[in-house]
């Protein structure tokens, strides 16, 4: 099954009271969604394939220990963006979820582009190791840092209002139930705690990590 049929052109921003809801709920139902951004330098658009949620009481999330500058958005309005710097050097994507004071993030993991594939390959090929051997289609966005370079996303988005352009979530196709796989999390180890909080179309070669078919 594959999302990149829909015109990214005739969406419109999902509603604030789709992120004001508990985090696994939000996480699930954003497969499908389609995250849009509008900059000077065109329309980038792709369809949400890989999503990994982050709630209350989770050792895997940031929000774990209490509100800090850097977590602070998690813990805000929902239908916001919460950018973090990880690694030293890459940027990830969240939506904040649920309802003020209450933490919860959805990492948008990866997407299946639909719209402005030219311009996510340039971007991603201004910082690629080898730039002359180019950068496959499945792999422009497929991964949080990958993401966040083709879709010009950085630190000035942090706390953007996702239910608005120029940065914005829409609805688009509802993958059913059987389509979906919830597996752990990636690279989180014994902070998994059993959790089963990562989201993927099943067999989407547009997923990060481990095989979408198992897990």
Avoid at 68 to 76: C, K
Avoid at 160 to 180: K, N, Q, S, Y
Avoid at 189 to 208: E, H, I, K, L, M
Wanted: overall charge positive.
């Amino acid at each position: 099954m594959s999302a990149a049929r829909i015109p990214a052109t005739t969406l419109r921003p999902v509603a604030r009271s789709f992120f004001a809801r508990p985090v696994l709920d939000v996480a699930r139902d954003l497969i499908g969604c389609v995250l849009v951004h509008d900059s000077a330098d065109g329309r980038v658009a792709g369809s949400i394939v890989e999503t990994e949620a982050y709630g209350v009481d989770d050792p895997g999330s940031h929000a774990f220990r209490g509100p800090t500058p850097r977590n602070a958005p998690m813990f805000e309005a929902p239908g916001r963006a919460y950018v973090y710097f990880t690694y030293g050097m890459h940027w990830c994507f969240n939506a904040v979820t649920d309802r003020t004071g209450v933490p919860g993030a959805v990492l948008i993991r990866a997407v299946e582009p639909i719209e402005g594939i030219d311009l996510m390959r340039a971007r991603r090929l201004s910082g690629a190791k080898s730039p002359r051997r180019g950068v496959r289609l499945r792999d422009l966005a497929r991964g949080p840092a990958r993401l966040t370079q083709a879709f010009g996303i950085g630190p000035e988005h942090n706390r953007t209002d996702l239910t608005r352009p120029p940065l914005f979530i829409g609805m688009g196709e509802r993958f059913p139930d059987d389509a979906v796989r919830a597996t752990p999390r990636i690279g989180l180890g014994a902070a998994q705690d059993g959790r089963r909080w990562r989201f993927v179309v099943s067999g989407s070669s547009y997923a990060s990590g481990p095989s979408s078919r198992s897990g």
